[in-house]
């Protein structure tokens, strides 16, 4: 199954980074406005809308609608792990992963990794994805890394940014 990774050091403890990117604010606050993604709905492992801390068993309902050209996709992401989970304080690490239960791939499950070094922190993001079309997506697949760069390059200069260094 094909892979997309990007690293990055963020100027920021990581606790701060972590904060975040555990929130439903984080996550549009980080994506492109080209991908013209809304937030249709979030629900928290218990049922509860709009948890303040995406933990897991949380479900986000979204669409996109990338550079306005393609007819609008509806997605559903689940946070299957996360460590440390709740409001529990982060010591070294801290990782989450969402995967799409239904949304235009055959599969996507999305790492979000977060190291702390001194008073900094390393962000890693590792996608792992099969397109849509059978045997043709396959095929793709490989290619799609050169799609998903723009968006990943974006979401860590904003997080550079949203601390304070680009």
């Not at 993001?125 to 997506?137: I, S």
């Not at 998903?148 to 200069?157: A, I, V």
């Amino acid at each position: 199954m094909p892979t997309y990774r990007r690293r990055t050091r963020i100027a920021a403890p990581i606790g701060d980074v972590w904060a975040f990117h555990s929130t439903v604010d984080g996550l549009l606050e980080l994506t492109p406005e080209w991908m013209d993604m809304r937030i249709e709905a979030v629900e928290g492992p218990d049922g509860e809308r709009d948890p303040e801390v995406l933990t897991a068993g949380s479900r986000i309902r979204m669409s996109i609608r990338p550079f306005g050209v393609v007819p609008r996709q509806r997605w559903i992401s689940r946070i299957v792990e996360r460590e440390p989970d709740g409001d529990a304080p982060v010591e070294g690490s801290a990782y989450f992963v969402d995967d799409m239960v239904d949304g235009p791939f055959r599969t996507w499950e999305h790492t979000h990794a977060f190291y702390a070094d001194g008073d900094e922190t390393v962000l890693v993001d590792a996608v792992e994805y099969r397109l849509p079309f059978g045997a043709v997506g396959d095929a793709a697949g490989p290619f799609a890394k050169v799609g998903f760069e723009g968006m990943f390059r974006d979401r860590h200069r904003r997080t550079k940014e949203r601390f304070g260094r680009a």
